[in-house]
């Protein structure tokens, strides 16, 4: 099971962290991703983060603002998000799957969460 908290209402350039706490299974086995979805609009990939934390992807449209890390310790995945933008408005969602490429492609993505809101205004 995943679950998203850290979603709210922001003003453009603020920042905000999510963060994705699992459980129920192996977590350090499992890459982890970052996905958002606007309503009418496809779900769209952020970011993933490998099993062990030392490699990360990033779509074109966060990079250099939003980070994304992990602590197999605490089982939960991270995103920073820093200089939020209007388009950023969105649900949040994390994924974990058994490699970060699959992540990257949407495939054969092993569980969902439901999501955080995440609202920018300008």
């Known amino acids: 099971q995943l679950v998203e908290s850290g979603g709210g209402l922001v003003q453009a350039g603020d920042s905000l962290r999510l963060s994705c706490a699992a459980s129920?299974?192996?977590?350090?086995?499992?890459?982890m991703g970052w996905f958002r979805q606007i309503i009418g609009k496809e779900r769209e990939f952020v970011a993933t983060i490998n099993w062990s934390g030392d490699r990360t992807y990033y779509a074109d449209s966060v990079k250099g603002r939003f980070t994304i890390s992990r602590d197999n310790a605490k089982n939960t995945v991270y995103l920073q998000m820093n200089s939020l933008k209007p388009e950023d408005t969105a649900v949040y969602s994390c994924?974990?799957?058994?490699?970060?490429?699959?992540?990257?492609?949407?495939?054969?993505?092993?569980?969902w969460g439901r999501g955080t809101q995440v609202t920018v205004s300008s």
């Open positions: 129920g299974r192996t977590f350090s086995s499992y890459a």
């Open positions: 994924a974990a799957a058994a490699a970060w490429l699959q992540l990257t492609k949407e495939i054969n993505i092993d569980s």
